[in-house]
C-alpha cells in the first residue's frame, strides 16, 4: 500500500500501517531492494514449530537480540570479532538488521535461501580471525566460540519471549525451541550445541570464568543501548524496549556490564513491554 492511499484509511487503520511500515524499514534496507521475508511451506521449520512462534514476534526479538548481544560481547574473543572486522561503528543499525534478517531468512524462508544464508554466514566466518590483546589467537570458525555466541542469542530470544508474551510457556517447549535451534547452530559449525534449557544453562556456566568486560565491552554496550530510534515517536518505546533488554539480562551478566540494580524500576519495564509488544501484535496480525 502506498502512503497516499494509506491516508484515505480510518484512523485505527492508518495507525497499524504506520506501526507495520517503520518496523519493517527497520528491518528491511529498503536502498538495498530488502523487502520482508517471505513465509514458506518449505522452510527448515513447519509453520506450527516452537521455533516459528518465538522468533514471529517483532517485539520480543528486539528485545532478546540485544540481550544476546549484551550476553555475547563479554567473551573476549566474540568481542574482538565484532571489533576487529566489523564497521558496528558507524552501522550499528546494518548489523543489527543483518542479523535479524538471517534469523527470519533461516526461520521462515525457503529452505534453499536458508541454505544459502547460512553458506554466505559461513564464508564470512573465515576470514574473522586474529589476536586478543593479551596474544591469544581467535577466530569465528572456533566451534566452541559459535556455541557461545548461539546460546546467548538462544537464550535471548527465549527469555524475552517468555518475559513479554508467554510467560507461562511450559519447559518441554522451551526444550523444543533449543532442540530447534540446534539445527542452524549445527550448519553453522557451533559445537556443543544445547538441546534443550537444562543443557544451554550448563553451557552458559561452563564458559563464566572466560567473561569479562572492559573499555571495549562498555563502549560497544553504551553503542548498542543508545541507538537513536527511527523517528522522534518511537524514542521512548525503543528507549522502553533497551531498558527491558537489560531488565532480563542474568544477575551475572547485569554485574559484569556494571548496570545498576534497579528492582522497583523492573515491573514499569515489564508492563511498558508488555504495552508495546501487544500493540506490535496487533499491527502485524492484521496486516
Not at 500500500?1 to 528491518?27: C, G, K
Not at 536502498?31 to 517483532?58: C, F, K, M, T
Not at 550448563?202 to 562498555?218: H, I, V
Not at 554485574?255 to 545498576?260: E, K, M, N, R, Y
Request: glycine share 6%; aromatic share 8%; with cysteine.
Amino acid at each position: 500500500m502506498t502512503m497516499a492511499n494509506a491516508l484515505f484509511l480510518p484512523p485505527t487503520e492508518y495507525l497499524r500501517h504506520m506501526l507495520v511500515r517503520r518496523i519493517q524499514n527497520v528491518f528491511n534496507d529498503r536502498d538495498r531492494g530488502e523487502r520482508p521475508v517471505v513465509r514458506s511451506d518449505n522452510a527448515l521449520y513447519p509453520r506450527q514449530s516452537v521455533i516459528w512462534r518465538v522468533h514471529g514476534d517483532v517485539t520480543t526479538m528486539m528485545i532478546g537480540g540485544v540481550t544476546a548481544l549484551l550476553l555475547q560481547m563479554l567473551h573476549p574473543a566474540a568481542l574482538a570479532g565484532v571489533w576487529d572486522h566489523s564497521g558496528f561503528r558507524g552501522d550499528m543499525l546494518g548489523r543489527l538488521r543483518r542479523t535479524a534478517r538471517f534469523i527470519a531468512v533461516t526461520t521462515f524462508g525457503d529452505r534453499a535461501e536458508a541454505e544459502a544464508a547460512i553458506d554466505r554466514v559461513r564464508q564470512v566466518h573465515e576470514r574473522v580471525k586474529g589476536v586478543l590483546p593479551d596474544g591469544t589467537p581467535y577466530a569465528a570458525t572456533d566451534p566452541r566460540l559459535l556455541a557461545w555466541v548461539h546460546v546467548c542469542e538462544a537464550m535471548g530470544f527465549l527469555d524475552a519471549w517468555i518475559a513479554f508474551a508467554e510467560p507461562g510457556m511450559s519447559r518441554a517447549n522451551q526444550d523444543r525451541y533449543f532442540k530447534q535451534a540446534a539445527q542452524i547452530a549445527r550448519a553453522l559449525g557451533a559445537d556443543p550445541v544445547p538441546e534443550s534449557r537444562a543443557e544451554a544453562e550448563a553451557l552458559m556456566t561452563s564458559f563464566l570464568p572466560e567473561l569479562k568486560a572492559d573499555t571495549r565491552t562498555r563502549a560497544v554496550a553504551r553503542m548498542i543501548l543508545s541507538q537513536p530510534a527511527p523517528s522522534t515517536a518511537m524514542r521512548p518505546a525503543q528507549s522502553m524496549l533497551m531498558q527491558a533488554s537489560v531488565d532480563i539480562l542474568p544477575p551475572w551478566a547485569k554485574q559484569l556490564h556494571g548496570f545498576p540494580a534497579r528492582p522497583l524500576a523492573s515491573p514499569l519495564v515489564r508492563a511498558s513491554a508488555f504495552i508495546i509488544a501487544h500493540t506490535l501484535r496487533w499491527a502485524f496480525n492484521r496486516s
